[in-house]
C-alpha cells in the first residue's frame, strides 16, 4: 500500500467507521528518533516529519492507538513483503501501541480556518497555514512558502534519557 500516513490513516478511519466503530485520526510530528527504524524520527531538523496516527474506541479499554501508516511504511522500507512473520510481529507492535517519539498536535477532520470574511476548509490541520491579502499560501509549495521546525533534548530536566 502507498501513500502518505494521513491517507492510510484515513481508509483505516473509514473502514472502522462502516464497521461502526468510533475511530479518529491524530495529526502530529515525529519529534524523536525511532527504536523501531532509523527512517521513523529522528532529532533535529523535523520539518518534514508530519505524521498522521488513528485511534479506535472501545467501550472496555477507551481509545485505542493505531499505526497502519508506519507499518506500510515499514514493510517497503524493508522490503517484508515476503516475510509474513516479521509483518505480522510489526502489526502487533503497532496495533495497540503508538512508538513515542511522536506529538499529536490535534484530531481535527474538515477544519474551517476563519480570517474575517475568508473562510478556507481543509481536510485536517497539520501542516502551517498562511494568507498574503487573504490568499491561502501552498504550504507544500517550498518555492512559494518556507518554515522549519526542530526538536531537541530538554538537558537538566530531570527526566531520564
Not at 31 to 58: M, P
Not at 96 to 116: P, R, Y
Request: aromatic share 8%.
Amino acid at each position: 500500500m502507498l501513500g502518505k500516513s494521513a491517507d492510510i490513516s484515513s481508509l483505516f478511519v473509514a473502514l472502522a467507521r462502516a464497521a461502526g466503530i468510533p475511530t479518529r485520526q491524530q495529526f502530529g510530528l515525529r519529534i524523536d528518533e525511532s527504536t523501531i527504524h532509523r527512517d521513523l524520527g529522528k532529532l533535529g531538523d523535523i520539518t518534514t516529519a508530519h505524521h498522521c496516527r488513528a485511534e479506535f474506541f472501545l467501550a472496555e479499554l477507551g481509545w485505542v492507538p493505531v499505526d497502519p501508516a508506519e507499518v506500510c511504511e515499514i514493510i517497503a522500507l524493508e522490503n517484508l513483503a515476503e516475510q509474513p512473520e516479521k509483518v505480522a510481529a510489526l502489526k502487533d507492535r503497532l496495533f495497540g501501541s503508538w512508538e513515542m517519539n511522536w506529538i499529536a498536535l490535534n484530531d481535527g477532520e474538515d477544519v474551517n480556518l476563519s480570517q474575517g470574511k475568508l473562510t478556507t476548509k481543509l481536510p485536517f490541520f497539520t501542516y502551517p497555514h498562511a494568507l498574503i491579502d487573504g490568499e491561502p499560501l501552498d504550504s507544500l509549495n517550498h518555492n512559494e512558502f518556507s518554515y522549519k521546525i526542530t526538536s531537541a533534548l530538554l538537558v537538566g530536566t530531570g527526566g531520564k534519557f
